[in-house]
């Protein structure tokens, strides 16, 4: 089962196991299993409001003790030594050690001391462990998120007032694509950051699938300017596409024609160690009828910047233009296999067909030819010769 996050209006914990609920999974079900916690003296009640006019479920954690705060350590422990399932127990340990590492990062404290304070109340912990339950239920073996959107302004919490987003939400979205918003309140809070950074696989467009279900969860404000829902859609990869890959990349590019052309190569070495995944060099004719190179870079989305600072710092540019695509990729893996030269480190791709191929790695060629004093050539063509008895 494929679970699409689509996080139009950002995402909370309540969000999630709101649009858990709206899909299906039995309030009285969920319940129970958290009675597996050793946590007292909480309930979860639900209600169905309307945000524009869409039916979504509202989730409240009820708690006698809301000044509750917990050690890393200790919610490890209470998770550890629960009855919960062991994939339950993993996915809730992944969410809350993300949490863990950046408040870790910030306060400039070892992780198992960070003291949680919000995030250590019994709803934190309920809509962790509870996602995690929600997930096993629906039998989701794959999520992706959309792009995660951000507000702006400012956030009352215990350590005082913070700017939004709110530190430990930015230091866990590390390498996750967001983009920001006029919105002038918190969209994503830690935890739901944490939540969707643990369990999405990728940040894309919604994929092909087909839907079978579609829940909502709403948050606790009403923004009147677009409604704050999270919207999961769950259903099956459709056919066609089950067999590839599938992930966002960035393009950026320029057109030069005045610059030496002895510094092509320099660039291209530098782009690669910015993070590029591929450089083209291609001849065009620009105004006047003058021949000049377009300089195109693929790269992943947060090594775009990087990318395009190199650019204008090591050539006679004045601009760039960058656009984001998606590709399909066929499915590969990484394995190393014995050959005559000794431990050989290949890729393992599937063809469309399901036929399987492995492919030599250039460098590592390239050092066999250099340390051995044999052609390329030769070292290419011996490999393959060798996988094909595999």
Same mark, same amino acid.
């Given at each position: 089962?494929?679970?699409?996050?689509?996080?139009?209006?950002?995402?909370?914990?309540?969000?999630?196991?709101?649009?858990?609920?709206?899909?299906?999974?039995?309030?009285?079900?969920?319940?129970?299993?958290?009675?597996?916690?050793?946590?007292?003296?909480?309930?979860?009640?639900?209600?169905?409001?309307?945000?524009?006019?869409?039916?979504?479920?509202?989730?409240?954690?009820?708690?006698?003790?809301?000044?509750?705060?917990?050690?890393?350590?200790?919610?490890?422990?209470?998770?550890?030594?629960?009855?919960?399932?062991?994939?339950?127990?993993?996915?809730?340990?992944?969410?809350?050690?993300?949490?863990?590492?950046?408040?870790?990062?910030?306060?400039?404290?070892?992780?198992?001391?960070?003291?949680?304070?919000?995030?250590?109340?019994?709803?934190?912990?309920?809509?962790?462990?509870?996602?995690? @339950?929600?997930?096993?239920?629906?039998?989701?073996?794959?999520?992706?998120?959309?792009?995660?959107?951000?507000?702006?302004?400012?956030?009352?919490?215990?350590?005082?007032?913070?700017?939004?987003?709110?530190?430990?939400?930015?230091?866990?979205?590390?390498?996750?694509?967001?983009?920001?918003?006029?919105?002038?309140?918190?969209?994503?809070?830690?935890?739901?950051?944490?939540?969707?950074?643990?369990?999405?696989?990728?940040?894309?467009?919604?994929?092909?699938?087909?839907?079978?279900?579609?829940?909502?969860?709403?948050?606790?404000?009403?923004?009147?300017?677009?409604?704050?829902?999270?919207?999961?859609?769950?259903?099956?990869?459709?056919?066609?596409?089950?067999?590839?890959?599938?992930?966002?990349?960035?393009?950026?590019?320029?057109?030069?024609?005045?610059?030496?052309?002895?510094?092509?190569?320099?660039?291209?070495?530098?782009?690669?160690?910015?993070?590029?995944?591929?450089?083209?060099?291609?001849?065009?004719?620009?105004?006047?009828?003058?021949?000049?190179?377009?300089?195109?870079?693929?790269?992943?989305?947060?090594?775009?910047?990087?990318?395009?600072?190199?650019?204008?710092?090591?050539?006679?540019?004045?601009?760039?233009?960058?656009?984001?695509?998606?590709?399909?990729?066929?499915?590969?893996?990484?394995?190393?296999?014995?050959?005559?030269?000794?431990?050989?480190?290949?890729?393992?791709?599937?063809?469309?067909?399901?036929?399987?191929?492995?492919?030599?790695?250039?460098?590592?060629?390239?050092?066999?030819?250099?340390?051995?004093?044999?052609? @390329?050539?030769?070292?290419?063509?011996?490999?393959?010769?060798?996988?094909?008895?595999?």
């Amino acid at each position: 089962m494929l679970a699409y996050f689509d996080c139009f209006c950002g995402i909370s914990g309540d969000m999630t196991l709101g649009a858990f609920i709206d899909i299906g999974v039995p309030l009285k079900w969920l319940k129970d299993s958290l009675e597996r916690l050793p946590l007292k003296d909480f309930d979860i009640s639900v209600e169905s409001i309307s945000r524009s006019g869409i039916k979504a479920q509202r989730v409240h954690v009820l708690t006698k003790n809301t000044s509750k705060s917990r050690h890393y350590a200790e919610i490890k422990a209470l998770v550890q030594n629960s009855s919960l399932s062991q994939n339950v127990k993993e996915k809730s340990l992944e969410i809350f050690e993300r949490l863990a590492i950046a408040e870790s990062e910030i306060h400039g404290q070892p992780k198992e001391k960070v003291h949680f304070h919000e995030i250590g109340g019994v709803d934190a912990i309920v809509d962790i462990v509870g996602t995690a @339950l929600c997930l096993e239920y629906l039998g989701i073996e794959k999520a992706i998120s959309s792009r995660i959107p951000l507000g702006k302004g400012f956030v009352s919490c215990q350590h005082g007032i913070l700017p939004v987003p709110a530190p430990a939400t930015l230091s866990i979205l590390k390498g996750v694509p967001v983009y920001g918003t006029k919105i002038p309140h918190e969209l994503v809070t830690p935890t739901g950051a944490a939540i969707i950074a643990s369990i999405a696989d990728s940040f894309e467009e919604i994929p092909d699938i087909i839907v079978e279900k579609t829940g909502y969860g709403a948050g606790k404000r009403d923004l009147k300017t677009i409604p704050n829902l999270l919207r999961i859609i769950i259903g099956t990869p459709a056919n066609h596409m089950c067999d590839y890959q599938k992930d966002r990349i960035s393009v950026v590019e320029t057109c030069i024609d005045d610059m030496n052309p002895e510094f092509f190569g320099f660039l291209m070495d530098r782009l690669f160690e910015e993070g590029a995944l591929d450089v083209y060099l291609i001849p065009v004719f620009m105004k006047k009828n003058r021949p000049g190179t377009m300089i195109q870079v693929l790269c992943m989305e947060n090594r775009k910047k990087s990318v395009i600072n190199r650019i204008l710092s090591e050539t006679t540019s004045l601009g760039v233009r960058y656009y984001d695509v998606q590709r399909f990729k066929l499915v590969r893996e990484n394995i190393t296999i014995k050959t005559s030269y000794g431990d050989v480190q290949v890729k393992r791709v599937k063809n469309p067909n399901g036929s399987v191929r492995l492919v030599p790695e250039y460098e590592v060629c390239k050092k066999i030819a250099i340390e051995k004093g044999i052609p @390329l050539k030769i070292v290419y063509d011996t490999i393959i010769k060798e996988t094909a008895a595999i």
